[in-house]
C-alpha cells in the first residue's frame, strides 16, 4: 500500500531523513517510534506529500506520490490536483485536533465528504453520525469542540479522516497532547480500526499500544530506520544498541 524508495529529504542544511526504506502492506499495522527530532513526522508528512522529498520516491497503492517517470526516462515531480488526489485517500490525524471551532462535530465530519466529495447533505450526515457512534460520541454530535474534552477531540478528528473513506490512516502522536487518563478512549478506537484490517502507520510513544497492536515496529533514529521487526522481537531483543538504548529510556 505504501512504499517509500530511499526517501532523502533536507531542511536547509539539516538532513532529515537518510535513505529511508520502508513498506506498509495492505491491513498491515506499523507503528513508528524513536527520539524526538529523528525524522517521523517528517517521513508521515512525505507519504502524503505535505513535504516534497528531494529525492528517492514514494509510491502509495501503485501511484507514485512525490516522482513520476515520463516515458523517456525523465523525471518529474507530482503536484497540484495529482497530490490532491492522492491526499484524499490518506487519512492523517495529528498531535493536535484540528477540528474546525465554529463547526459542530457532526459537521466537522460532514465537511470533507460534502465539500470535497461532492456527497450529497443527507446522506453525508448519515455517514457523520454512523461514524460518530463508531468512536463513541453519537451522543455528541451537536457539540463544538470547545464543549469536548481533548480525548473526544481527538475521536472526532478520527471520524472526520474516516469520513473521507482512506485506504490508509497515518497517526503522527495522536495521544501526545492529551491528558494521561483520556489516551486509552483514542488508542481503543485505533485498536478498533486495526482489528477491521486498516492500513495504518502510528508514530506513538505509547510502547504498550505498539507492542499490542503492531505488526510490525519500526526504529527511527537521526533521519534512518535503524531497525524492523515484529514487536515481540523489538521490546524484547533489539537487535540495534542504539533501539536498545531508546527503550531503556522510555519503557
Ligand atoms: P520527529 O517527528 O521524529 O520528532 P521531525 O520529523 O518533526 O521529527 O523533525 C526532524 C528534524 O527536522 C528536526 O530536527 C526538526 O527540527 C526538523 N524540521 C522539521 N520540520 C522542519 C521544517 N519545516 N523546517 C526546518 N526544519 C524542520
Ligand atoms: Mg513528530
Known amino acids: 500500500m505504501i512504499t517509500a524508495q530511499n526517501v532523502n529529504k533536507t531542511f536547509g542544511q539539516l538532513q532529515v531523513l537518510k535513505g529511508v526504506n520502508l513498506e506498509v502492506q495492505q491491513g498491515e499495522v506499523v507503528v513508528i517510534i524513536g527520539p524526538s527530532g529523528s525524522g517521523k513526522s517528517t517521513l508521515l508528512r512525505c507519504i502524503n506529500h505535505l513535504e516534497a522529498i528531494d529525492d528517492g520516491n514514494i509510491i502509495f497503492d501503485g501511484q507514485p506520490v512525490a516522482f513520476k517517470e515520463l516515458p523517456g526516462g525523465k523525471r518529474i515531480p507530482v503536484k497540484g490536483n495529482e497530490v490532491y488526489r492522492l491526499r484524499r485517500q490518506i487519512g492523517m490525524v495529528f498531535q493536535r485536533f484540528n477540528l474546525f471551532p465554529h463547526m459542530t462535530a457532526l459537521s466537522n465530519v460532514m465537511e470533507g465528504p460534502v465539500t470535497v466529495l461532492g456527497v450529497a447533505k443527507g446522506e453525508a450526515r448519515?455517514?457523520?453520525?454512523?461514524?460518530?457512534?463508531?468512536?463513541?460520541?453519537?451522543?455528541?454530535?451537536?457539540?463544538?469542540?470547545?464543549?469536548?474534552?481533548?480525548?473526544?477531540?481527538?475521536?472526532?478528528?478520527?471520524?472526520?479522516?474516516?469520513?473521507?473513506?482512506?485506504?490508509?490512516?497515518?497517526?503522527?502522536?495522536?495521544?501526545?497532547?492529551?491528558?494521561?487518563?483520556?489516551?486509552?478512549?483514542?488508542?481503543?478506537?485505533?485498536?478498533?480500526?486495526?482489528?477491521?484490517?486498516?492500513?495504518?502507520?502510528?508514530?506513538?510513544?505509547?510502547?504498550?499500544f505498539a507492542r499490542e497492536v503492531a505488526d510490525r515496529v519500526v526504529f527511527m533514529d537521526e533521519g534512518r530506520i535503524i531497525e524492523t521487526g515484529v514487536p515481540e522481537q523489538i521490546f524484547s531483543s533489539p537487535k540495534h544498541p542504539r533501539t536498545r538504548e531508546f527503550l531503556s529510556n522510555v519503557i
Do not use: C, W
Not at 471520524?159 to 495522536?174: C, G, S, T, Y
Open 126 to 208: 448519515r455517514l457523520a453520525e454512523n461514524l460518530l457512534s463508531k468512536v463513541g460520541l453519537a451522543n455528541k454530535a451537536n457539540s463544538y469542540p470547545s464543549q469536548l474534552s481533548g480525548g473526544q477531540q481527538q475521536r472526532v478528528a478520527i471520524a472526520r479522516a474516516l469520513a473521507m473513506n482512506p485506504k490508509v490512516m497515518l497517526f503522527d502522536e495522536p495521544t501526545s497532547a492529551l491528558d494521561p487518563e483520556l489516551v486509552g478512549e483514542v488508542l481503543n478506537v485505533i485498536k478498533d480500526l486495526a482489528s477491521e484490517g486498516m492500513t495504518m502507520l502510528v508514530v506513538t510513544h505509547e510502547m504498550g
